[in-house]
């Protein structure tokens, strides 16, 4: 499925966390939003017995999970995601999903290197970042 990416926004701060919030228009011509947070940190002891994953959000809470994809790929105008069986029945999204967009500017690269430091972060293996 493809989807043109309207607006991106993304943190990495104390207060907020770090997380990756795509606004996309589907299929379906209606907006949605898909929040991705990084997990815990792998460097530090962990806050609750075992450090937390990567978890997803689409539209609210009752659409999200824990370790929902197979792979994201983070590219110079696109974001795909693979998600796996647990991100396809918890989010309802097809396997292959991709946010497009023509013109990536600044909140763009900046939720590029957001990615980065999730990328370091448990479950952050699956992304690949070009």
């Known amino acids: 499925m493809k989807c043109s990416l309207t607006r991106i ?6 207060t907020s966390g ?24 792998t460097d530090v002891p962990p806050t609750r017995g075992s450090p937390f994953p990567i ?21 110079k105008n696109s974001i795909r995601l693979t998600l796996n069986k647990n991100g396809r029945n918890s ?3 097809p396997k292959m999903v991709e946010f497009h967009t ?8 900046k ?11 448990k479950s952050g293996e699956v992304i690949t970042i070009v």
């Open 55 to 75: 978890y997803f959000e689409r539209d609210d809470q009752s659409l999200s999970c824990y370790e929902g994809v197979d792979r994201i790929f983070v590219g």
């Open 102 to 109: 023509e013109k990536p500017g600044r909140p763009y690269a």
């Open 111 to 121: 939720a590029k290197l957001v990615f980065r430091e999730i990328k370091s972060r």
């Open 18 to 41: 770090v997380w990756v919030a795509i606004e996309y228009v589907a299929e379906d011509r209606r907006r949605h939003a898909l929040f991705i947070v990084g997990g815990e940190r």
């Open 91 to 93: 989010l309802e999204l």
């Open 9 to 14: 926004n993304s943190a990495n701060d104390e």
